[in-house]
C-alpha cells in the first residue's frame, strides 16, 4: 500500500511537471488570480469585524459621526473586495482558457510529430476525447486551482482566527463540526475516484462507436444495420450514463453534508450565543460578536464548501490530466539524426535483408528478409493477395515505419539519417483511402507544391486525367471540396491525389492501388502521362490489377510477407505459378464480361 502511494504521488507530480510547460504566457495571470483572491478574502473578513464594532458603538449610543466614519470604511472596503473580486475572475478566467488554449495546441503539435507507431497506440477517438473532454475538465479545475483553491484556504483560516477573536469558546463548534465535514467528503471522493477514471475510457469506446458509423454510413446504409447501430450505441451511451449518474450520486451528497453542518453550527451559535449575551449581559458576548459569529460561520463553512468543490472537481480531472500528460510525454519512436543528410540524390530504393514488425510483441514479422534493388527512374509493380504486406514494405521507404531489421536506403542513403521533412517531400504516396481537405481544388491540389501556378496544376490534373470532370464544375479549379471529399467520386478523388503528388515532381512516387476506383483506359492514360512527366522518377505501383502494372519494368510478387518472384511480365508468365494463376484468373474474368 505504502509502495503504491508512493508511486501515486509520484505520477502526479511527473503529470503536474508535465502540464505546467503549458501555462506559458499565462503565468502572470495565474499568479495575480491568487493575489487578488487574498485581497478579498481579507476584506470580507475584516469587514464583518468593522460590522460588530459598529453594532457596539450604536448599541453605546455613539453619534451620526461615529456611524458616518465606520460606513465610509464599510464602503471602502466593499469597493475594493468588489475590484479584488473582479480582478480575481478576469485573471483566473484568462489563465485557465489559455492554459487550456496551450494545451490543445501543445497536443495537437505533438501528435503532428508522432510516427505511425504512435499513433497507433492512441486511437483516434481517445485522441479527440483527450483534446476536448479531458482538456475542459483540466480548464474548470485550473481555474478553481487559482481562485477557489486559495481563496477557500485563506477564507477558512482568517475567519476561524477572527471567530476566535470574536466568539472565543463559541467558535470551538467550528473546530468539532470541520473534521466531520472533512472526513465525509474525503470518503465521498475516494468512492468516486475510481468511477470517474473508468468514464473516461467509455468516452473514447462511445467517440470511437460514433467516428466508426459516420466513416462507415453508407455501409451501414446498403446493409440495412442502421437499427444494429443505434443499438450498439445505445448501450455504450447508457452504460456510460450509468457510471456517472452513480459518481454523481455521490458527489451530491456533498451539498446535504454541508447544509447539515452549517445548521448545525448556526444553530449552536444562535441558541449558545443568545445564551450567553442575555446571561452574561453583553460581557463575555455582546449582540456585534454574535452577528460577527453567525456571518463567520456562513464563510468558514462556504469556504469548506467551495474545498469541496475544488476537491470534486480535482477528482475528476485528475484522471483527465494523466490522459493529456501521456500524449504530451509521449516521444516519438521515429528518431532524426543528430546530422541529417539535407539532398538526396535520386530516387534509387534498396531494401537490404529487410524484416518489419509493427508491434516489438509481435509473434511474427509482417516482412520478412526483402531483398529488393529499384533503380531511379525505373517503374516497379507490386503484386499479391490480401496481407501480403505491400503497403507495409512501401511504407518503409517514407519512413511512415522503421525497419526492425535490416535497412532501406533511398538514393544510397539509410532514410534513418534523412531530414525527415525532405525525405517525405521527395518521396510522394497516393494512397488507395485518398484523404482530400475541405477547402477548394485549387488548396488541395497545393498540398503537393505550396508555390504551384495555374498552370502546373492543369498540367498536373491532365496528366492525372482530373481535367476533364473539373472542367465540368461550375467553379472548375475553385470548385468547394467538403471535408472527407465527400462531393467526389472515389474516382475523381484518386485522380485529385494523383494530381497532387505530381505536382512535387518527387523522386520516388508511390502509388499504393491508387487507381483502383478508375477504369482500366483512365489507369493506362495515368500510367502514360507519369511517364512523359516524370520520367525521372521512379514509379512503385501497387495494384490488385495485372494490366496496371503489366508494362512495369519489373514487376515484385509478394506472399506472406516474402518476395516470392521479380521479374517483368513475361518472365513471371513463365517462372510465377502466382502471377500467371492470378493473371490468367483475370483475363478469364474480362472475357467473360466481354462475352
Not at 285 to 313: E, H, N, R
Not at 522 to 547: C, F, H, N, W
Request: hydrophobic residues 45%; proline residues 2%; negative net charge.
Amino acid at each position: 500500500m505504502e509502495l503504491y502511494c508512493t508511486e501515486e504521488g509520484e505520477n502526479s507530480v511527473n503529470v503536474i511537471r508535465i502540464l505546467k510547460q503549458s501555462i506559458r504566457e499565462y503565468k502572470r495571470a495565474s499568479v495575480l488570480a491568487p493575489v487578488m483572491v487574498t485581497g478579498e478574502v481579507i476584506l470580507e473578513c475584516i469587514i464583518p469585524f468593522v460590522t460588530a464594532r459598529l453594532i457596539n458603538e450604536i448599541k453605546a449610543g455613539s453619534g451620526l459621526q461615529t456611524i458616518l466614519i465606520f460606513g465610509f470604511f464599510l464602503i471602502v472596503m466593499a469597493m475594493l473586495s468588489l475590484f479584488f473580486g473582479v480582478q480575481a475572475g478576469n485573471y483566473s478566467a484568462s489563465a485557465s482558457t489559455g492554459f487550456a488554449k496551450n494545451l490543445r495546441k501543445d497536443m495537437y503539435y505533438r501528435v503532428q510529430d508522432f510516427s505511425f507507431e504512435n499513433i497507433d497506440h492512441f486511437e483516434t477517438s481517445s485522441l479527440v476525447t483527450r483534446m476536448t473532454t479531458d482538456v475542459t475538465n483540466v480548464q474548470m479545475a485550473y481555474m478553481m486551482l487559482v481562485r477557489l483553491a486559495f481563496r477557500s484556504p485563506i477564507m477558512l483560516v482568517f475567519s476561524f482566527i477572527m471567530a476566535f477573536i470574536m466568539g472565543g469558546q463559541v467558535a470551538w463548534i467550528f473546530v468539532l463540526v470541520a473534521p466531520i465535514l472533512g472526513i465525509g467528503l474525503s470518503l465521498l471522493i475516494w468512492k468516486a475516484l475510481p468511477i470517474f477514471n473508468a468514464v473516461f475510457k467509455k468516452y473514447d469506446a462511445l467517440n470511437d462507436s460514433v467516428q466508426e458509423n459516420i466513416g462507415g454510413m453508407r455501409v451501414v446504409k446498403s446493409f440495412t444495420r442502421e437499427d444494429y447501430e443505434k443499438e450498439k450505441f445505445n448501450a455504450r451511451a447508457e452504460d456510460l450514463a450509468r457510471d456517472f449518474v452513480y459518481a454523481e450520486k455521490l458527489v451530491s451528497v456533498t451539498n446535504p453534508l454541508m447544509q447539515f453542518c452549517l445548521y448545525v453550527v448556526v444553530l449552536f451559535v444562535m441558541s449558545f450565543g443568545s445564551w450567553l449575551v442575555i446571561t452574561s449581559r453583553g460581557s463575555r458576548l455582546d449582540v456585534g460578536q454574535l452577528s460577527a459569529l453567525l456571518t463567520y460561520s456562513f464563510q468558514i463553512l462556504s469556504s469548506l464548501m467551495m474545498l469541496s468543490m475544488v476537491f470534486v472537481m480535482v477528482t475528476i480531472s485528475v484522471e483527465s490530466a494523466k490522459r493529456i500528460a501521456e500524449v504530451l510525454s509521449e516521444e516519438s519512436s521515429m528518431k532524426e539524426s543528430a546530422h541529417p543528410v539535407r539532398t538526396i540524390r535520386d530516387g534509387s530504393v534498396d531494401f537490404d535483408h529487410v524484416s518489419f514488425k509493427y508491434s516489438p510483441l509481435a509473434e511474427r514479422p509482417v516482412l520478412s528478409d526483402i531483398e529488393l534493388h529499384i533503380r531511379s527512374g525505373e517503374m516497379i509493380g507490386i503484386l499479391g493477395g490480401t496481407g501480403s504486406s505491400k503497403s507495409s514494405l512501401t511504407q518503409l521507404i517514407s519512413r511512415l515505419y522503421d525497419v526492425t531489421e535490416g535497412s532501406v536506403r533511398v538514393g544510397g542513403v539509410d532514410v534513418r539519417n534523412y531530414d525527415l521533412k525532405l525525405l517525405r517531400d521527395q518521396v510522394a504516396v497516393v494512397l488507395q483511402k485518398n484523404i482530400l481537405f475541405s477547402g477548394s481544388i485549387k488548396e488541395n491540389l497545393r498540398w503537393g507544391n505550396p508555390n504551384a501556378t495555374e498552370e502546373e496544376m492543369k498540367k498536373a490534373c491532365e496528366l492525372a486525367q482530373a481535367s476533364e470532370f473539373i472542367e465540368l464544375f461550375p467553379d472548375r479549379y475553385d470548385t468547394h471540396i467538403e471535408q472527407g471529399g465527400s462531393n467526389v467520386s472515389g474516382g475523381q478523388k484518386q485522380r485529385l491525389c494523383i494530381a497532387r503528388a505530381l505536382l512535387k515532381k518527387p523522386k520516388v512516387l508511390i502509388l499504393d492501388d491508387s487507381t483502383s476506383a478508375v477504369d482500366t483506359r483512365t489507369d493506362a492514360l495515368i500510367r502514360k502521362g507519369m511517364q512523359e512527366y516524370i520520367p525521372d522518377t521512379t514509379k512503385i505501383i501497387i495494384a490488385q490489377r495485372v494490366s496496371s502494372v503489366q508494362e512495369a519494368d519489373r514487376i515484385v510478387i509478394l506472399d506472406k510477407g516474402r518476395i516470392a518472384a521479380v521479374g517483368t511480365h513475361e518472365e513471371l508468365l513463365e517462372k510465377s505459378p502466382i502471377y500467371r494463376e492470378v493473371y490468367e484468373s483475370q483475363n478469364r474474368k474480362g472475357e467473360e464480361e466481354d462475352g
